[in-house]
């Protein structure tokens, strides 16, 4: 079943490196913040990557920076682990995807282009884990769009969806709680597919 290629990791990253991470983040120019879409309003996404994927002329850096890096490579060490079927041996991040969600926002379903290896990293960070409702990723089968799984995301938890839950399912960031405070970060690592 395509939801098995789904996996969660609690504490997939140590909290001085989620702090270190929010630091860094929080000392962005505004300018770097670009909207998801041409008709979004909201300066809430920054690609990282050496290549130009989607609309990407947007994309603020040509790599993504160590800092950032560091925290996605402490993660997949954990979810390796917790996620073994995974295609770990073709993942090497080279795009990282940055989204920051205020409270009541968060991302519509969609499917990602198959010019990346199918599996994804994905890391959350809260400004304030102690006083928001953990916010969530809805996974649905495209064909069988009744057919979904939530993956709650708490503070410094990763992600993983690979094999069918890649190819056969959209997925989503479910809007955050009106009650979050602060915002809630999520650091999407990919890697390309080698041609």
């Not at 603020?60 to 060490?77: C, I, K, N, S, Y």
């Not at 990293?121 to 809805?138: F, Q």
């Not at 708490?154 to 993983?160: D, F, G, T």
Request: aromatic share 10%; net charge positive.
């Amino acid at each position: 079943m395509w939801f098995e290629h789904l996996g969660t990791v609690p504490h997939a990253v140590r909290e001085d490196s989620a702090l270190d991470a929010l630091r860094w983040i929080k000392n962005l120019p505004k300018e770097a913040w670009k909207p998801v879409d041409l008709r979004s309003k909201d300066c809430s996404r920054i690609k990282f990557t050496a290549r130009f994927f989607h609309a990407a002329s947007d994309a603020w850096a040509t790599r993504v920076p160590p800092e950032l890096l560091a925290l996605g490579e402490e993660a997949m060490e954990r979810a390796r682990t917790v996620v073994p079927g995974a295609p770990w041996d073709d993942f090497q991040i080279d795009t990282l995807v940055l989204n920051r969600y205020p409270a009541g926002k968060g991302v519509a379903k969609h499917k990602d282009p198959e010019q990346w290896v199918p599996l994804v990293l994905g890391v959350t960070l809260y400004d304030d884990p102690c006083n928001s409702p953990v916010n969530a990723m809805e996974f649905a089968h495209v064909v069988h769009g009744r057919d979904k799984r939530l993956v709650p995301t708490p503070h410094r938890s990763a992600y993983v969806f690979h094999g069918k839950a890649y190819t056969d399912a959209t997925h989503a960031r479910k809007p955050c709680s009106k009650r979050q405070r602060g915002n809630v970060y999520s650091l999407t690592f990919r890697a390309y597919a080698r041609r």
